[in-house]
């Protein structure tokens, strides 16, 4: 037995068979999903409109250093005196626009090559396979860490390098998908009639994976956001950028830790990543509930 037919005869993951995996009733479901929806809309309004929450220029020196939270600095000011609060609101842009942009990259990229490994069965897919294999066995953190090294630091190439090292993992599970499709009775019907690989990947196997896709676009957005802030909390992001990962770093050489300023910079800072990767997560859930729903499910 080959491993096409191996994996189309073994039980579909969790992915494409709902019922393989526990979930929270589907009114709980849907609560969280719109709580996330919710949460990752007011960020993305900061991100879109900094300057309208921030009060101040996030560049602009406007008090003492390590002034302490008041009414004109709502949480003090850094080693230079630049308004903590307004590098916060305006760090949301850089932090959002990487998770984003990478998670566009990475999907769509492992879900052509998940497409094309898991329906065709020829040379070029093998090969395909082969460097999704090599990509998924490469160690994330000290490929990331060399790779932000060698190319210096910037965001485009922050978004480069976790792209490179994130889009197997949807081509992966897109494969896992498309196998379990591929064999199905209404694609060997849709081949008899003449359809073309193009006409049957684009109305049947596309509608199948779609919804997992959808989710992995959220996941991949949020884990990207991670990834970003601990880069840049490394030395390896753009310092030049106002991002949350960088506002960790500048704080950690100043040395608030050794002092009450981590209260109101590194606390705050900490708590917008967790809410961000959080309200992703939440959405996750929420999609995955709803698109696993009787009836709202891709394919046939």
């Known amino acids: 037995m080959d491993e096409e037919t191996a994996v189309a005869a073994a039980p579909p993951p969790w992915h494409a068979d709902p019922a393989a995996k526990p979930r929270l009733p589907r009114s709980l479901g849907r609560t969280v999903g719109t709580a996330g929806a919710l ?25 003492r250093p390590f002034s302490p939270p008041s009414r004109e ?13 307004s590098e916060l609101i305006w760090g949301t842009r850089a932090s959002l626009t990487t998770g984003i942009v990478v998670s566009l990259f990475a999907v769509s990229l492992g879900t052509v090559v998940g497409l094309l490994t898991g329906y065709f069965d020829n040379t ?33 190439n922050v978004i480069l390098i976790l792209a490179f090292v994130s889009w197997a993992i949807p081509a992966r599970l897109v494969r896992a998908q498309v196998l379990g499709v591929a064999n199905q009775p209404y694609i060997e019907a849709a081949r008899a009639l003449g359809s073309s690989d193009g006409r049957i990947l684009a109305e ?3 509608p199948a994976v779609r919804n997992l896709v959808l989710i992995q676009f959220v996941l991949i957005a949020g884990a990207s ?36 300023g981590w209260l109101w910079w590194v606390l705050p800072t900490g708590l917008m990543i967790s809410a961000a990767v959080l309200s992703l997560v939440l959405l996750a859930y929420g999609l995955e509930q709803r ?3 009787p009836g709202r499910g891709g394919g046939r």
């Open 124 to 156: 070029g897919s093998a090969v395909l396979q082969r460097l999704v294999d090599l990509t998924l066995v490469l160690p994330f953190l000290p490929l990331v860490i060399l790779l932000s090294a060698y190319l210096g630091p910037s965001q485009r």
């Open 204 to 206: 049947h196997i596309w």
């Open 39 to 63: 949460l990752f809309l007011f960020l993305l309004l900061l991100a879109l409109f900094p300057g309208f929450f921030a009060p101040h220029d996030p560049t602009e020196t406007i008090a």
């Open 73 to 85: 600095t709502l949480l003090g000011t850094n080693d230079i005196g630049q308004d903590i609060f």
């Open 225 to 260: 956001i991670l990834a970003e802030a601990s880069l840049s909390f490394l030395g390896l992001g753009d310092p030049a950028t106002k991002s949350w990962g960088s506002m960790l770093y500048f704080a950690q050489a100043a040395g608030v830790f050794f002092g009450d």
């Open 291 to 293: 698109l696993a729903a």
